[in-house]
């Protein structure tokens, strides 16, 4: 199972917004909705930010959003804030009962 | 709170077994799914394995299958990895990781580092 595909990076200003796409396939994140994303910061352990592609767990500021189109999905962090400098990592179900994870995105605030 | 702490990494010759343990708190460990996943240093997470609430289904990467063995004993709320034949690319903090809803892990542990060197 090949990992999904994340740009290495993106970056905005205190304010911006900044989107990061997660690219798979029709067998992972274009043929299911179990799509979420995972933000982490160095030396820590991922924190779950989206799940089932748009849905927040609580807790989760609402400037962060998931959405999908076809085999690609996305997460956008609006307002940026200093605090969000982290890497983020998308994830989907790839069938037979597997998992994959995206590349990672290093998101830096400028 | 949940908590799921990690513990038994360190470092291992290459062909050598370790077992990691995941103690869970916190909530009812009986009603997840459990998850194994790595990442090795300055690298992306990678998912091992997933076992379900009950232990009775398992499964696993392609890149661990046949190497790596997880459980689970319910009655003290511990999840574990059984890992051998153990490579120098499986160096790596190991995350035990609990399923919320369905295809998403929602509380993790801190991470335990395997270290696989002669």
């Known amino acids: 199972q090949s990992a999904l595909t994340q740009p290495p990076s993106a970056s905005g200003s205190p304010g911006q917004s900044v989107t990061m796409s997660c690219t798979g396939t029709s067998g992972d994140v274009g043929g299911n909705n179990y799509v979420s994303w995972y933000q982490q910061y160095p030396g820590k352990a991922p924190k779950l930010m989206i799940y089932?592609?748009?849905k927040r767990p609580s807790g989760v500021p609402d400037r962060f959003s998931g959405s999908k189109s076809g085999n690609t999905a996305s997460l956008t962090v609006s307002g940026l804030q200093a605090e969000d400098e982290a890497d983020y990592y998308c994830s989907s179900y790839a069938g037979n009962n597997n998992y994959v994870f995206g590349t990672g995105t290093k998101v830096t605030v400028l | 709170q949940v908590q799921l702490v990690e513990s038994g990494g360190g470092v291992v010759q290459p062909g050598g077994s370790l077992r990691l343990s995941c103690a869970a708190s916190g909530f009812t460990f009986t009603r997840h799914a459990m998850y194994w996943v790595r990442q090795a240093p300055g690298k992306g997470l990678e998912w091992l394995a997933v076992?379900?609430?009950?232990?009775?289904?398992?499964y696993y990467a392609d890149s661990v299958r046949g190497r790596f063995t997880v459980s689970r004993d319910n009655s003290n709320n511990t999840l574990s990895l059984q890992m051998n034949s153990l490579r120098s690319e499986d160096t790596a903090v190991f995350f035990c990781a609990r399923e919320g809803r369905p295809g998403s892990f929602d509380s993790w542990g801190q991470g335990t580092l395997v270290t696989v060197s002669s």
């Open positions: 089932e592609v748009n």
């Open positions: 076992i379900s609430s009950d232990g009775r289904q398992k």
